[in-house]
């Protein structure tokens, strides 16, 4: 049997199953809140056209406005200035859209430390255990984040210091960037950078490291507790946005059961 034969037989019993990873879309789904002057972007909000009605009386359909990082959401290198010449998100290529993934669960010490930081060595020792991150791969960090998704505010997890979420330190996203050979970063957090990155030097850094070295983000994503360490397969849909910076998408994972 051929490769894609063997896959489709294990969908078929079961033996490879699919992890959605997605957040479903909502007015309460949680949306980034910047400082003033910032421009900020709007919740997601639907209103139909028609449902069965005068309007169109055999079908249902509605008219969304949300911007284009909601939700569980795509960043494409050109969203960042330091990516600003780079591909906007219909140029990403589809063979990134499918990539083996690698998990590395911090849920412990975030539950301990709402403001921890993934760094070099936290990748290394996952590393000693699990082998080197997959080559042209997904680098998926778990926090548990997820479960905060139902609530804006605790999502956020804002205070009059700001927000406090996890993500990679200035020096660990600067490594994943230049050094490892991953395609992207995925996070649970409303994007990749920790809550604190406006202080880091420089700001942002997971967005200005890796967008600038031409790699991707995953933010919003759910369930990263039911993938394996390693092993997996991720398939990232976004939208084909002409000079889009980034897309509302769905992320299913591919796992041997």
Known sequence: ?????????????????????????????PVIQLPEPFADTPPF??????????????????????G??????FDAPV???????????????????????AVIDKSAEVAENSD???????????????GPLPEG??????????????????????????????????????WLAEETDIVGLGVETVGTDAGA????????PAHSYLLGAGKYGLTQLQDLGRLPATGSVLIVAPLPIEDGSGSPCRVLALVGR
């Open 197 to 204: 990155a406006a202080t880091f030097d420089p700001p942002f």
């Open 68 to 73: 284009e990082h909601t939700g569980t959401h």
């Open 1 to 29: 049997m051929s490769v894609l034969s063997d896959l489709a037989a294990g969908l078929g019993r079961g033996s490879v199953e699919v992890v959605d990873l997605t957040a479903t879309l909502s007015g309460r789904t």
């Open 79 to 101: 969203h960042w200035v330091t990516g600003r010449d780079s591909l906007d998100v219909s140029q990403v290529p589809p063979e990134h859209l499918v990539a083996p993934a």
């Open 116 to 130: 921890f930081l993934l760094e070099i060595e936290h990748v290394r020792a996952w590393e000693e255990e699990h």
């Open 137 to 174: 791969g997904w680098l998926l960090f778990r926090t548990g984040w997820d479960a905060r998704s139902h609530d804006q505010e605790a999502f956020l997890n804002a205070d009059g210091d700001g927000p406090h979420t996890p993500g990679p330190s200035a020096a660990c996203a600067c």
């Open 45 to 66: 909000s639907m209103e139909p056209l028609s449902r069965y009605d005068d309007a169109g009386p055999a079908w249902y359909w509605n008219v969304m406005r949300l």
